[in-house]
Nanobody, 117 residues
Framework: QVQLVESGGGLVQPGGSLRLSCAAS????????MSWYRQGPGKQRELVAR???????NYADSVKGRFTISRDNAKNTVYLQMNSLKPEDTAVYYC???????????WGQGTQVTVSS
């Protein structure tokens, strides 16, 4: 069992930056593919960024060049550095841990990010 707790959300002006953190409890954090998803008002949840156990990354086209995902296996934590934020980045951001071949999938409770002047 893995529990995920996100933090770092808040209100920021357009062009600003935030860093989200997701702290994981439990064992074997390093084996999981970790992802950030978001769900904006009236929208479906979408993948923002993903980092594998081998630290390969991929990003949604809408955030490429602005967001960076990273992980610190020693701290059981995954981060999302968000720069040049836009109003359309406003959403609840969710952390996800997945080990597909073990049929394991866990979600955090979400953290609100609001980009507004």
């Amino acid at each position: 069992q893995v529990q995920l707790v996100e933090s770092g959300g808040g209100l920021v002006q357009p062009g600003g930056s935030l860093r989200l953190s997701c702290a994981a409890s439990g064992r074997l954090f390093n084996i999981y593919t970790m992802s950030w998803y978001r769900q904006g008002p009236g929208k479906q949840r979408e993948l923002v960024a993903r980092i594998t156990s081998g630290s390969s990354t991929n990003y949604a086209d809408s955030v490429k060049g602005r967001f960076t995902i990273s992980r610190d296996n020693a701290k059981n934590t995954v981060y999302l550095q968000m720069n040049s934020l836009k109003p359309e980045d406003t959403a609840v951001y969710y952390c996800n841990a997945e080990k597909t071949n073990w049929n394991l999938n866990y979600w955090g409770q979400g953290t609100q990010v609001t980009v507004s002047s």
